[in-house]
């Protein structure tokens, strides 16, 4: 603790690239200059707006990046389009200055033709006269899709196109090797592109602001069905990541000889498609193509190059059906960052709940997926309307509506057990929260339900048993997303259940799990939990001043010992809306004697110079040493970084987790809207009552972030207090453990 | 859900006087042509909740109904009808059936209640807090009880439909106190311990009590047994249980009694941190915050939660106990809430059997009903009513906003208006009849004029 270690350059590209800022250029990446971040920022930014929820770490080294940017005052265009940019070595090839005198029907560029989305962003003149090319790029399509209504027809005509592109290909320079930051970042914008496409059909969105442009402006567009032809070795694996069909540069290099597209992560990337080829891929004129999808294997390609065309690209998305026998795609398909998360005997289970189950981090706005999820779904959930763009592909929906109708069933839920149906009550009333509370209720429920549980005739006990826990599973996910430890407790159930020996009887093998779900909550959570106290103890000494935010079981029962045990400290509470969760923890600490202040989030610096210790809960460490907590941990943890206090993070290890996530974008929850835009009691602020109704307004209630591990001192967990990069060990060596109990 | 629906169907109310009989016990006045009774047995019926009792005062009305049921539900609900001796009020129908009681909770319901609120959402509520009592408040209807009340000037149930003082937290969770309608006109008192707990407490006169309410069934059998004097539901039990919310009497409720469990086994120390894990994510409310008073981490004092349920103001919602409320009812059925009836309209939106013979001239307007075989004149006009089956009306007669039963005969020249016809009767030439409720089997002279009259023969009621 008390060699702190040297700050690092925060801008170690990996935590930077979330997403919205360029990539640092490492080269020339200086000392970090705190001072200087706050301007570059907003210079960046002049409007500085939409996006801040969520931007973790102010960039710091925008240098290079800054002359670019600074002409086109699109702050959320930029930092997508820019790792993008940097990787495919036709540095912003979209802003290229040639391009604007690109002859084409530019006249007939007109502010409707932007997706009002654009317009909103930001103001639309500057649009008008910054995307001179987006707007062709649309024009050009529009007037394409008009020309061509027949998809397949142009096949023939593509080949020769297609070849007259080769050339021109081939002549460019081939990308720079990618680092592993670089493909996450054009993952994300990847992402964000799919997020524009609505509805099964190809959409040909003008990307000259790549994902983004995808992203902001799609139905505009020329919208058009196509047939698109994926056939490619490793298809299977590939729709998976089809989506991330790739990244501009790779497919305009590859795309010259003839139609052989690689799309992936090219070099041993996550992404193992190797080769798709699309079959009849007719660039016709500017940025329109037409592929031809044979198998109703997803085909995303996001991204085409046309060499001829300098770094004109076209972002096409397929989403044709997708044969729900292929579990692979729904598996990998967010998990881009974390290929490695399920893999070896988990694949049994796996492909059980695939049946019943929607993916727990399914991607809502995949319409094809949603509907299908919605079908199996017992809650009716009305999607929330006026999402913010960038979270498409969380699932949001209205508060209200779904409590209603979760109530109105409560007789007809057939299958689901009562223990079950309270607590996904609970979870969706917001009466259970916190990850501990959540994954114990849920365990306790399941206790419930197989202590009720016969097996039916002619059934076995290890398949009905593992297929009712999947329907519960899907029940409790409409209710509220999975955290990760209740997932872990889940894989640990489910792993007990099909473990089972054949010739044990139906009350030995309830009794077996029954218990084993008691220690399961007695080991991993309740003593876990003692052996962090003792440990976090001997951390605490008189005289501290403990900062801790929101309300986390673990850390409230340190304060706790530690008060008992004598010690002498102060505690700093530090909370927020909407949740104010800090209120309840003030309450029980207060009633015990200890000597508390509370504050909000917004006094954090103030504060921050009389801490000497921040202990924060955790609602989940990841294999790179983020931590993934309650939102506004890393708000805290970063404060307390700048100010040299030491973070220490309470975590039991039953909360980590083989994945890596580097933003708090592509896997979160979103809360209920309503909550941010009310503040009770408090009539007087009423200014955005009635949001729903206005087109312009998308309240973001975000309910976890990640806190980089570079702001992180030290995890204690129930195996010591390791370093954040030793969590992989701890996920390595006792990772399996707990499915062996 | 280990929910069991008792439904209470009343015998031969006293409310409804005229329209009640020997014949036609309560539960079976007909809305839109169907016995009440049927509209909550579909509900249970779509709930999926397959089982009920029900209780009927009174040996005779209880072997109509069981025999009206068995017919009807025979092969969809399994329906068991249970008499209780009269006037043992609604807290004795169920201290008689004590026995039968078995599951973890209990759904009552009045068997009068005409709504399309699912009783899931009562049972929801109750599960979710585990409470001892949850009550179905719903919104007093614009159209509704009080204003077009004015007519039939000696409706008891007026008096307690009008001031109802129903007192939330803030949340609209929890029930902190309940006067019913005798009671409003002396001061209302609010018990400061739970003002005090509670710290904000909203009285609402617009709320009716449904009669719709989910109790924990040991809770209920204590207190049914433990004070023998209770009468009724609405009036004893409910508000003695919303009283002692506080300073619980009940020996067995659930959370309560599993932590003072867990502290009796006290060696299994992760058992408390456990319990005590889930309570402190779970956001308390003042019932927990009560019952740990300031300091103490173990619950000093036993609390039970008392919750409503406060149905939307979009579902229709209505009892029918009082001849008021059957004329609304009707009305609505027909009417408003036309899909409660399950029956389809016509494009002129009313339904005429297709049995259904009309003289020529003769108008039935919108949002009326006529039942099979019934017969009209010529020139005779039917407006806002329901007519049932096997009428004979003749010519020049004028129906308005009336309900007519089955085999009523009217002759010619007559006025029907706001008024309630019950099954036998005949109405002779150009009688007069505003606002009146005609008894089974009454004769109407010819030319006779009343207004605002009760009609019946004379019966032991």
């Known amino acids: 603790m008390e060699s702190r270690r040297v700050p690092r350059t925060v801008s170690d590209p990996k935590v930077r690239q979330v997403g919205f800022f360029a990539p640092p250029d490492r080269s020339l990446s200086g000392p970090p200059d705190p001072a200087s971040s706050p301007p570059l920022l907003s210079n960046i930014s002049p409007s500085g707006n939409s996006l801040s929820p969520v931007m973790i770490p102010p960039p710091r080294h925008l240098s290079t990046d800054l002359p670019r940017h600074l002409p086109h005052p699109q702050p959320l265009l930029s930092p997508l389009r820019a790792p993008r940019a940097n990787e495919t070595s036709v540095p912003v090839g979209s802003y290229n200055p040639s391009e604007f005198s690109t002859p084409s029907g530019i006249a007939d560029f007109s502010e409707d033709q932007l997706s009002p989305r654009w317009g909103r962003k930001s103001s639309s003149g500057k649009f008008a006269t910054s995307l001179p090319s987006g707007g062709f790029g649309m024009a050009a399509a529009n007037k394409i899709s008009d020309a061509n209504s027949k998809p397949g027809v142009a096949d023939g005509g593509a080949d020769a196109e297609v070849q007259k592109e080769k050339g021109a290909a081939a002549g460019k320079p081939l990308k720079e090797k990618t680092t592993k930051a670089e493909r996450r970042a054009m993952q994300e914008a990847q992402r964000a592109a799919k997020a524009a496409t609505k509805g099964k059909y190809l959409v040909l969105s003008s990307s000259w602001n790549l994902s983004r442009g995808g992203c902001f402006g799609e139905e505009e567009t020329g919208r058009k069905t196509m047939g698109g032809c994926m056939n490619g070795s490793g298809e299977d694996r590939c729709s998976g990541k089809g989506r991330c069909g790739n990244c501009g540069g790779k497919t305009a290099g590859t795309y010259g000889t003839m139609c052989t597209v690689a799309i992936g992560g090219g070099d041993g990337g996550l992404d193992r498609v190797k080769g798709v080829k699309i079959a009849g891929g007719v660039p016709t004129g500017v940025g329109k193509f037409l592929l031809s999808c044979n198998k109703n294997s997803l085909c995303w390609v996001t991204e085409l190059h046309l060499p001829g065309e300098g770094s004109k690209t076209v972002g096409v998305n397929s989403a044709n059906a997708m044969k729900s026998a292929k579990p692979a795609p729904q598996k990998k398909d967010n998990s881009s960052v974390a290929a490695s998360e399920r893999k070896g005997g988990d694949r049994q289970t796996d492909k059980d709940r695939k049946k019943d189950v929607p993916h727990p981090r399914m991607q809502f706005d995949d319409e094809n997926r949603v509907e299908k999820a919605k079908k199996r779904s017992v809650v009716k959930q009305a999607e929330a309307r006026n999402r913010v763009e960038l979270f498409r592909h969380l699932p949001q929906y209205e508060h209200g509506a779904r409590l209603t109708d979760l109530e109105s069933k409560f007789f007809q839920l057939g299958p689901v057990h009562p223990a079950v149906y309270k607590v996904g009550f609970r979870y969706l009333t917001g009466d259970i929260s916190g990850g501990n509370a959540r994954c114990i209720a849920m365990l306790q429920a399941f206790q419930e339900s197989i202590k009720d549980y016969s097996t039916p005739p002619e059934k076995t006990l290890i398949r009905d048993l593992t297929s009712k826990i999947n329907c519960y599973v899907s029940f409790l996910i409409e209710c509220r997303p999975l955290s990760i430890s209740m997932g872990n407790a889940i894989r640990f159930l489910k792993r007990r259940i099909t473990s089972l020996p054949l010739n044990l009887s139906e009350s030995e093998a309830i009794t077996s799990l029954v218990s084993d779900i008691d220690r399961f909550i007695n080991e991993k959570i309740i003593l876990a939990d003692n052996v962090i106290v003792k440990h976090a103890v001997t951390k605490i000494r008189d005289g501290d001043v403990l900062l801790t935010y929101a309300s986390s079981s673990a850390v409230e029962m340190l304060l706790l010992h530690a008060h008992e045990l004598g010690k002498r400290f102060r505690v700093v509470i530090v909370d927020s809306r909407p949740k104010l969760e800090g209120k309840m923890l003030l309450r029980r600490l207060v009633g015990k004697g200890i000597n508390c202040t509370y504050t909000h989030i917004n006094a954090v610096s103030y504060v921050m110079h009389e801490v000497t210790r921040v202990f924060l809960g955790a609602s989940s460490v990841l294999a790179n040493g983020t931590v993934y907590s309650r939102v506004g941990t890393a708000c805290v943890a970063m404060v307390a970084h700048q100010f040299r206090v030491p973070v220490l993070i309470c975590c039991e290890a039953y909360k980590f987790h083989e994945r890596v996530q580097l933003d708090s974008i592509c896997c979160n929850e979103l809360g209920d809207a309503e909550m941010v835009s009310r503040v009770t009691g408090r009539e007087d602020i009423n200014s955005l009552d009635g949001w729903t109704s206005s087109e312009n307004l998308q309240p973001l209630n975000l309910l976890y972030d990640a806190t980089p591990s570079d702001y992180v001192s030290m995890i204690i967990t129930d195996y010591g207090m390791i370093p954040p990069t030793s969590v992989p060990v701890i996920v390595r060596e006792y990772g399996r453990e707990y499915l062996l109990i | ?461």
Not at chain 2, 97 to 107: Q, V
């Open chain 2, 1 to 461: 859900m280990d929910f069991q629906v008792v439904v209470l169907a009343g015998g031969f109310s006293k409310n409804l006087v005229p329209l009640v009989s020997k014949e036609v016990p309560k539960a079976l006045l007909p809305v839109a042509n169907q016995p009440v009774i049927l509209y909550v047995l579909e509900l249970l019926d779509q709930n999926d909740l397959k089982n009920a009792i029900v209780v009927v005062e009174g040996e005779s009305a209880a072997l109509l109904i069981s025999s009206w049921i068995s017919i009807n539900f025979v092969d969809r609900l399994h329906v068991e009808v249970i008499a209780v001796p009269e006037d043992v009020g609604t807290a004795g129908a169920l201290r008689a059936i004590d026995h039968r009681l078995t599951a973890k909770d209990i759904l009552v319901m009045s068997g009068d209640l005409v709504t399309e609120i699912p009783p899931g959402a009562v049972a929801a509520t109750h599960r979710r807090h585990d409470a001892v009592v949850t009550a179905m408040l719903c919104p007093v209807p614009v159209s509704g009880l009080s204003e077009s009340g004015s007519s039939s000037g000696k409706d008891k149930s007026k008096k307690t439909n009008r001031y109802n003082i129903v007192s939330l937290d803030p949340t609209k969770q929890f029930l902190l106190h309940i006067a019913a309608g005798a009671e409003v006109d002396k001061d209302v008192r609010a018990q400061k311990s739970i003002l005090r707990a509670v710290g904000m407490m909203e009285s609402r006169s617009d709320l009716i009590d449904t009669h719709m309410y989910a109790f924990k069934r040991s809770a209920l059998q204590d207190v049914l047994n433990q004070k023998e004097n209770f009468q009724s539901l609405r009036r004893d039990v409910l508000p003695y249980l919303v009283r002692s919310q506080l300073r619980s009497e009940l020996s067995s409720n659930g959370v309560q009694s599993d932590e003072n469990s867990n502290g009796q086994n006290g060696p299994q120390d992760s058992k408390i941190v456990l319990s005590q894990l889930l309570a402190n994510s779970s956001t308390p409310n003042f019932h927990e915050i009560y019952a740990l008073g300031l300091a103490g981490s173990a619950p000093m004092r036993k609390t039970h939660k008392c919750c409503v349920y406060v149905a939307n103001k979009s579902n229709y919602c209505a009892r029918m106990n009082s001849i008021q409320a059957f004329t609304d009812i009707n009305r609505d059925v027909v009417g408003e809430a036309s899909h409660l009836s399950g029956y389809t309209f016509s494009a002129q939106n009313n339904i005429i059997h297709p049995s259904a013979v009309l003289g020529s001239k003769t108008t039935v307007g919108p949002q009326c009903m006529l039942g099979e075989g019934s017969q009209m004149g010529d020139k005779s006009s039917v407006k806002k009513s329901v007519i049932g089956r096997h009428c004979r009306i003749g010519s020049n007669v004028k129906i308005v906003n009336s309900v007519v039963m089955n085999h009523v005969s009217i002759a010619d020249g007559c006025s029907i208006q706001g008024s309630i016809i019950c099954s036998n009767v005949q109405i002779q030439e150009r009688a007069v009849l505003k606002d009146c409720q005609v008894g089974a089997g009454f004769v109407v002279s010819a030319g006779g004029e009343y207004k605002g009259e009760a009609l019946a023969k004379k019966e032991k009621f």
